[in-house]
């Protein structure tokens, strides 16, 4: 790959990785755990998500999974060939299963996930040699700003937890 094509698509990642982190932000606006995810075709988004899965009592709400559900309703099929799903997590075994069944040729991701990854950190579903179709993957596009977004989120989720303990402890000692 020459230069110039390497700066573009550097460009076009970081451009796409934006994007899902402003649709993490909205999982965040809902009081889900912001992760955001654009899957694209030919520098076009054909699906987006954000968490989900607390608002609509579903676990399997993951902004991965609703991309690539919307993806497929675009695209009128099932399999996703050649579409790049940006994602500001790296994602777990349940979103890199639908992956590699979606059949996705790329996965640009942010942050990394050292507990439950499943693209490298922890496993790695989608280069496994048994699988039948494995899926290309670059990693720490804008990581900082990833893993800032989820950092933020749980140091203010341990702060109002810790702050609810604490007024019923006082509210119980009356």
């Not at 955001?36 to 968490?51: F, K, T």
């Not at 799903?85 to 994602?91: G, I």
């Not at 992956?99 to 579903?125: E, F, N, P, Q, W």
């Amino acid at each position: 790959m020459n230069d110039e094509v390497k700066v573009t698509q550097e460009i076009n990642h970081e451009f796409w990785m934006r994007h899902a982190l402003t649709l993490a932000q909205r999982a965040q606006d809902e009081g889900e755990v912001p992760v955001g995810a654009v899957l694209v075709l030919d520098n076009q988004p054909i699906g987006e998500g954000w968490n989900r899965p607390i608002g609509r009592h579903d676990p399997t709400a993951h902004a991965e999974i609703m991309a690539l559900r919307q993806g497929g309703q675009v695209m009128q099929n099932y399999r996703l060939l050649e579409a790049t799903l940006y994602v500001t997590l790296e994602p777990c075994v349940m979103c890199a299963g639908a992956m590699v069944h979606s059949r996705i040729g790329r996965l640009v991701y942010g942050a990394d996930d050292l507990k439950t990854g499943a693209a490298g950190s922890l496993l790695d579903v989608l280069r496994h040699p048994g699988m039948n179709h494995q899926v290309a993957i670059e990693s720490g596009v804008l990581a900082d700003a990833c893993s800032a977004m989820l950092s933020d989120f749980f140091r203010l989720r341990r702060a109002q937890q810790k702050a609810l303990k604490q007024a019923a402890k006082t509210a119980g000692g009356h």
